[in-house]
């Protein structure tokens, strides 16, 4: 059996909208082909997504709170990559004393999307697939994040069809 597709799965994929594309992963996911990770960043927010995911009939995403899986670098490295993240995604946040304008709830927001995105990095992971274009995706940023991290292999994707194609390729060449 070929190793399996390792997908990172952004918390802005959960969406009605993307039902056919998240049926295909998860077709994926039984036969073994591709293994999704979504990560969240507190057991208070994985309670939440467990009955998000119940309502929308998708309990065969696996949710894992960050650190619950080994991560194999040092608290430097951690602290390293967590800032780059931070630097590309938020560059107009960057400095405490405007991250600290912004309201509780968006502070929290961006940082699990820098945990979640530093996290993919460091266990890279195939692909990071999100549908939030804002923060990974436009104005350069998927570009810019891929050419930072490239050491680690870091892809970023739209939960798309093209995507979808991609991924079909790619499993169909390693069986």
């Given at each position: 059996m070929?190793?399996?597709?390792?997908?990172?799965l952004?918390?802005?994929?959960i969406d009605d909208?993307l039902?056919?594309f998240?049926?295909?992963?998860?077709?994926l996911?039984?036969?073994?082909?591709?293994?999704?990770?979504?990560?969240?960043?507190?057991?208070?927010?994985?309670?939440?997504y467990?009955?998000?995911?119940?309502?929308?009939?998708l309990e065969?995403?696996?949710?894992n709170t960050?650190g619950?899986?080994y991560?194999?670098?040092?608290m430097?490295?951690?602290?390293k990559?967590f800032?780059?993240?931070?630097?590309i995604?938020s560059?107009?946040?960057?400095?405490?004393?405007?991250?600290?304008t912004?309201?509780k709830?968006?502070?929290?927001?961006?940082?699990?999307?820098w945990?979640i995105?530093?996290y993919?990095?460091?266990?890279r992971?195939?692909f990071?697939?999100?549908m939030?274009?804002?923060?990974?995706?436009?104005?350069?940023?998927?570009?810019?994040f891929?050419?930072?991290?490239?050491?680690?292999?870091?892809?970023?994707?739209?939960?798309?069809?093209?995507?979808i194609?991609?991924?079909?390729v790619?499993v169909?060449a390693?069986?």
């Amino acid at each position: 059996m070929a190793e399996e597709i390792q997908l990172t799965l952004d918390t802005s994929c959960i969406d009605d909208r993307l039902g056919d594309f998240l049926n295909e992963l998860k077709r994926l996911k039984d036969l073994g082909l591709v293994k999704l990770y979504l990560e969240l960043n507190s057991k208070i927010e994985k309670k939440k997504y467990e009955g998000t995911l119940r309502k929308k009939h998708l309990e065969w995403i696996e949710l894992n709170t960050i650190g619950e899986d080994y991560l194999s670098c040092s608290m430097e490295e951690n602290k390293k990559v967590f800032g780059k993240v931070r630097g590309i995604h938020s560059p107009e946040y960057s400095g405490e004393s405007f991250f600290k304008t912004l309201s509780k709830g968006k502070q929290i927001s961006m940082w699990n999307d820098w945990s979640i995105l530093t996290y993919h990095i460091l266990n890279r992971r195939d692909f990071f697939v999100t549908m939030d274009k804002r923060g990974f995706i436009n104005n350069g940023k998927k570009e810019k994040f891929e050419e930072e991290f490239k050491e680690h292999g870091l892809r970023i994707m739209e939960l798309n069809e093209e995507f979808i194609k991609e991924l079909k390729v790619l499993v169909d060449a390693k069986k």
